[in-house]
């Protein structure tokens, strides 16, 4: 009997359709994200482009002992997107492998296709729901929700340039004082056992005996005293006199605090010593300070002199004026407001300031000649030829 040459062509596309059938289907899962959202991930995934496979083994249906020859296999997913609702989404994908195969019998080689066993599917399925966990916040579909983000963005980096700015006007002011010269002072001690006290004053408790050329740094001068650092961040007060700096006093500033001895006088004027002071109010009419309380202080002549000129009555004037000013304005206890001077050398006279002008003074807001004009000065004729050269 002849065999139908139509049954002849059916059997191998029958064969076929079954080898096909074997085929795995394309995977799906279901997402509670927007299709937007979703297709953002995959994108930002590079999921879209395809890549090469180590090997074969592993990946497709066909056993390694049916494996032909091959090199360069190679693999790329087909996506569908399924919108079920605005935020729930349906992800079909299928992996399809390729290999370049060799005859072995010497025939001709061929890109062939093979059959994935799901492996492919489900290693990016997972890794998409890990993206979409993960970068929740970074999938938005709102327009006004990436307006924000784009407006924050802008402000942080507005903050950014303002704080690079700051950073620089900083460096640019190190570097400056870095070229200047080191303004710290110190103070080194020129005898043995010299005292360092708890507070700037003689009745303190005694911190420590200082030797000879101990060297401590200066953190602030207030009158006739001077604070120090010690070890650690301990610190202590040790008289002006007993020190010495290593700074020049040259500056004006320097002029009007310069270290006092021990009987209240300035190095630099030394004609007169206090010889009593005392609070109290004062007594006078002179209107700044009438009705206050006032530091008295008692000066006479050094030594057997019986007077002194009156620049350097003056001098001196200027000298207790700023020290005893500096005591009494960085004293929180203290409740004086001005200081009167008598003399008690055969002229007389009687100098008085107010502390709030010494403060002027101090500061630098008022000339040397202004704070004397605002001073008392009794008789003026005591003190008129140092006044005159001062103006």
């Keep these: 009997m002849r065999r139908s040459r139509l049954s ?30 979703v297709q953002t ?8 482009r395809g890549a090469r496979l180590p090997t074969l083994d592993g990946f497709i249906t066909m056993s390694k002992a049916q494996m032909p020859h091959y090199e360069r296999p190679y693999y790329e ?5 399924e919108s079920k609702s605005a935020n729930k989404t349906v992800v079909h994908v299928k992996a399809s492998i390729s290999a370049w195969c060799q005859d072995p ?51 942080r980096e507005a903050q950014a340039q303002q704080r690079i700015a700051e950073l620089e006007k900083q460096l640019q002011a190190l570097q400056t004082s870095r070229s200047q010269p080191d303004s710290t002072e110190f103070v080194s001690v020129p005898h043995p056992r010299v005292s360092i006290f708890a507070a700037p004053q003689e009745r303190a408790a005694v911190m ?21 650092r010690l070890e650690g961040d301990s610190e202590g007060w040790v008289e002006a006199a007993q020190v010495k700096s290593n700074r020049p006093p040259s500056s004006v500033a320097a002029r009007r605090a310069a270290p006092a001895t021990e009987d209240g006088s300035s190095e630099a004027n030394k004609g007169y010593t206090i010889v009593r002071e005392n609070s109290s109010d004062f007594s006078g009419d002179w209107a700044p300070l ?16 019986l007077n002194v000129s009156p620049a350097a009555k003056l001098k001196f004037v200027q000298s207790l004026f700023s020290s005893r000013g500096r005591e009494a304005l960085h004293n929180s206890q203290s409740k004086v407001d001005g200081i009167v001077v008598i003399f008690l050398d055969q002229e007389g006279g ?42």
């Excluded at 999938?139 to 983000?149: A, F, K, M, Y």
């Excluded at 000879?212 to 005293?225: N, T």
């Excluded at 206050?292 to 002199?305: C, D, E, H, N, Q």
């Design 77 to 81: 997913y087909k996506i569908e997107l």
């Design 105 to 155: 019998e010497g025939g001709q080689a061929s890109y062939q296709a093979f059959a994935s066993n799901g492996r492919l599917e489900s290693d990016l399925l997972d890794r998409l729901e890990g993206y979409l966990t993960n970068h929740k916040s970074d999938l938005v579909t709102e327009p006004e929700i990436v307006q924000r983000r784009i407006a924050e963005v802008r402000r």
């Design 41 to 48: 991930a995959l994108r930002q995934m590079g999921v879209y």
């Design 290 to 305: 009438k009705g206050k309380t006032v530091l008295y202080a008692w000066a006479r002549p050094v030594g057997s002199r």
């Design 350 to 391: 009687v100098a008085a300031a107010a502390f709030s002008d010494v403060r002027r003074w101090l500061d630098g807001d008022l000339s040397d000649a202004a704070f004397l004009k605002r001073c008392s000065l009794d008789p003026p004729s005591q003190f008129t030829a140092a006044r005159s050269s001062h103006q």
């Design 208 to 228: 420590l005996r200082a030797q000879q050329d101990d060297e401590f740094e200066v953190l602030e001068h207030r009158g006739r005293w001077v604070r120090l």
């Design 8 to 37: 002849l062509f059916v059997v191998p596309l029958l064969l076929a359709l079954l080898k096909a059938d074997t085929s795995p289907p394309a995977q799906d899962r279901e997402f509670e994200f927007p299709v937007l959202a």
